[in-house]
């Protein structure tokens, strides 16, 4: 087995609108980090990375205090709110210069920090992804729990390769995070990238409890758009079903063809109604087939302008530099 040094670990956490729960959460990870450190599991120089999404409340005065009194907090100030997503990204894209694993993890706490510690077991181990999956989603409002499920079911069901339950509370590797910065999309959905990177993965069971302090920032709008870049970012299948639609109208077309040739020549229709069924179905079909042949090359561009890279390569075996 290979073994893997102790990594300098870096948290990343980002917040908005997040001063009600702040001190909280540093003196938590605090705690975390001095344990990790005492049991030899991480380097004493790991630390703490709050990224401020442009908060309006005083959220980036408390990290600005806190990286003040405490060694292990470090701040990344974003010019304006960018949202969740690119949040994380800021902050995953500036530690990876000097951390050899990044955890993210919500500034609320909401998630297991006991998974979080498995986590770097799991990466000593050898892996180089490791994502937190909901075990138990009580502490969360009904209606945010059935529409992820739900969310997640349709997702596998379009052919998106995602991990079932995970959010983004989830331990990189350095080479996991080079990977994932050859990704160059404004669009982002980290769940759907991160499984495509291709790197060895595993899960940790992670408990959810409920928000200490402060509401959560996740509007039905966020959650909606999220959602939305979680489909159309991965599968252009939807496109294919258009052009499934024109072939059944087309074969439909076909029935109704000989259905009204027959009553044509029986004498059962009244003038005009062949003609005007027979273009009916036929036009309808044509007109979506076409639609759906330039979707297809819509689609081509989509997949091409979003310039991911090809493969990631995992080891090179060489003799000379
Ligand atoms: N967040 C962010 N930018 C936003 C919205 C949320 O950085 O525009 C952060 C927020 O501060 C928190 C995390 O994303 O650390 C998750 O948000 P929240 O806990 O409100 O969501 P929930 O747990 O309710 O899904
Ligand atoms: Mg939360």
């Known amino acids: 087995m ?3 040094p102790i990594p300098r670990l870096v948290i990343v956490s980002p917040c908005y609108n997040e001063e009600a729960i702040l001190a909280y959460s540093a003196r938590e990870l605090t705690t975390l980090l001095e344990r990790l450190i005492a049991a030899g599991k991480i380097l004493p120089t790991s630390h703490v990375l709050y990224v401020n ?10 990290i600005e205090e806190l990286h003040r009194e405490n060694h292990f907090i470090d ?12 949040a994380i990204m800021a902050g995953m894209m500036t530690a990876r210069d000097f951390a050899d694993a990044v ?11 006991g998974a979080l510690e498995e986590m770097i077991d799991r990466y000593l181990e050898g892996y180089d992804i490791v994502y937190g999956v909901k075990v138990s989603r009580t502490a969360d409002p009904l209606l945010k729990r059935t529409s992820a499920l739900a969310f997640y079911r349709l ?6 390769r995602a991990i079932y339950n995970h959010a983004d509370f989830r331990l990189m590797s350095r080479r996991a995070l080079d990977a994932l910065a050859c990704y160059p999309e404004r669009n982002l959905y980290l769940r759907g990238i991160i499984p495509q990177l291709g790197y060895a993965s595993t899960t940790v069971d992670d408990v959810i409890s409920e928000r200490v302090a402060g509401e959560s920032k996740y509007t039905l709008r966020k959650m909606l758009l999220l959602a939305v870049d979680g489909i159309t970012s991965f599968t252009t299948r939807p496109i294919s079903w258009i052009i499934g639609m024109g072939l059944l109208c087309l074969l439909i077309s076909i029935c109704m063809a000989v259905y009204v040739l027959v009553s044509y020549i029986e004498h059962l229709s009244v003038p005009g109604w062949a003609s005007l069924m027979l273009s009916l179905w036929f036009i309808g079909s044509i007109v979506l087939l076409s639609l759906g042949v330039i979707g ?19 080891q090179h075996l ?3 530099d």
């Open 2 to 4: 290979i073994s893997i």
């Open 155 to 160: 997702q596998s069901a379009m052919g998106i």
């Open 53 to 62: 999404d442009g908060s309006r409340d005083r959220t980036w005065e408390l």
């Open 103 to 113: 955890v993210t993890i919500d500034a609320d706490l909401q998630d297991d920090l």
């Open 296 to 314: 297809q090359y819509i689609g081509k561009i989509y997949i091409e302008i979003k310039q991911r890279p090809r493969y990631h390569i995992a």
């Open 75 to 86: 701040g990344l100030c974003l010019a304006g709110n960018v949202g969740h997503q690119s």
């Open 318 to 320: 060489k003799h000379h």
